[in-house]
């Protein structure tokens, strides 16, 4: 190859290739380069700097602006390792002990595998408890499956800081949204380790304004990963919605995800079990039901473990469609689909407030003795 003179031009160039999520500008315009850039032959070297104390794109970028100098300068070009971030000083501090002093009950929806529904009973359920007057926040926490735009019809929407540097969540259907859909690419693949998955999440929960909230739902990724311990870790989780289908090789993960919530190091509540895809009714049989994935199979498992059944959820055309459209079935409160989701929220609101107020007996019996 030959020899090429490095100049700051060139590198800045590259740089107003990448852009920043939250906002779509590159990182020049978005004033984000320090102004520390140095050239010493082929070895380049500056730093990002970020307004708020942290930044959860910041580590993505700075592979980002590697990428687009090897790129766009030369494949020579010694900048790996060579930038740097600087952070804003605090504007706040979060209670590591309550990082959500406003929220009153945080709910973590569970699957044990992909493909059961778990994102669709998460949005549904969140509206329905909007629906029925409570102050809701919902928070996708499929940091590589993001899906909670397209159902809340939240597509291109890219939420901005308040004045305390706060994230503000976009807000639909009376329930305020932070999904990290909204500051990626939905066409292309996230590729982040487990470390970087965790940190996004846990900024999206502690750096997000979510304020006043009577229940705070998480829609977690399926299976068992950082994400779930990171979810645990951060937050005080009241507890634990599991879905599945009535499939046995679904009900076998989903087992294995109660297992890890109930083991004694982690010690979240299950408040209950949902069974999506219940049966099947056609519209022209209406008291037809057709068991596709077999029959009360959550049931059986919620009997055997002790625990609530919370509702069985049909599959019905519609709620795939609400999904696609961006707009919950759970909207239409008096649709069949959407009293099931009534009734569902109904059920998850009366296992929280039974286990609260067993919690406070309990600590009655204690301050007592």
């Not at 050239?39 to 602006?65: H, T, W, Y």
């Not at 501090?93 to 669709?120: C, F, M, R, W």
């Not at 209950?272 to 049989?285: C, D, H, K, R, S």
Request: aromatic share 6%; glycine share 10%; net charge negative.
């Amino acid at each position: 190859m030959a020899d090429i003179q490095l100049y700051p031009k060139l590198i800045t160039d590259a740089l107003m290739n990448v852009r920043y999520p939250g906002t779509g500008k590159n990182i020049i315009e978005e004033g984000l380069l320090a102004d520390d850039l140095r050239i010493d032959g082929m070895k380049v070297s500056f730093s990002l700097q970020f307004p708020k104390e942290r930044d959860p794109f910041a580590n993505s970028l700075v592979k980002a602006c590697e990428t687009a100098i090897l790129t766009y300068v030369s494949p020579d070009v010694e900048i790996k390792g060579n930038i740097g971030t600087i952070f804003a000083q605090p504007k706040h501090q979060v209670d590591p002990e309550n990082p959500l002093p406003g929220v009153k009950n945080i709910i973590a929806i569970h699957s044990g595998k992909g493909g059961v529904g778990k994102s669709t009973v998460s949005a549904n359920l969140a509206v329905a408890l909007a629906n029925q007057g409570y102050k809701v926040g919902l928070l996708d926490a499929d940091i590589f499956g993001p899906s909670m735009p397209k159902m809340f019809h939240l597509e291109g929407a890219r939420p901005v800081g308040d004045d305390n540097g706060k994230i503000v969540p976009e807000e639909n259907y009376g329930v305020k949204v932070l999904s990290i859909g909204f500051f990626v690419n939905p066409d292309d693949a996230t590729m982040w380790r487990g470390g970087m998955a965790s940190n996004a999440l846990r900024q999206l929960i502690t750096e997000g304004a979510w304020g006043e909230l009577d229940y705070f739902l998480i829609d977690l990724p399926p299976g068992t990963s950082d994400i779930h311990l990171t979810t645990i870790q951060t937050l005080g989780v009241t507890g634990v919605v599991v879905v599945s289908t009535p499939q046995p090789v679904a009900l076998a993960d989903a087992r294995k995800g109660i297992s890890m919530f109930m083991n004694e190091k982690v010690n979240v509540p299950i408040l209950g079990l949902v069974e999506n895809m219940a049966w099947f009714t056609p519209a022209e049989l209406p008291n037809n039901k057709y068991y596709i994935f077999g029959k009360e199979g959550c049931k059986q498992l919620a009997e055997e473990l002790n625990v609530n059944l919370l509702g069985q959820i049909p599959i019905v055309q519609s709620i795939r469609e609400g999904g696609d459209d961006g707009r919950p079935v759970a909207c239409d409160a008096n649709s069949m689909t959407g009293l099931a989701f009534n009734q569902l929220a109904a059920n998850v609101v009366a296992a929280v407030n039974y286990r609260n107020e067993n919690i406070v007996a309990t600590e009655r019996v204690r301050v007592h003795k």
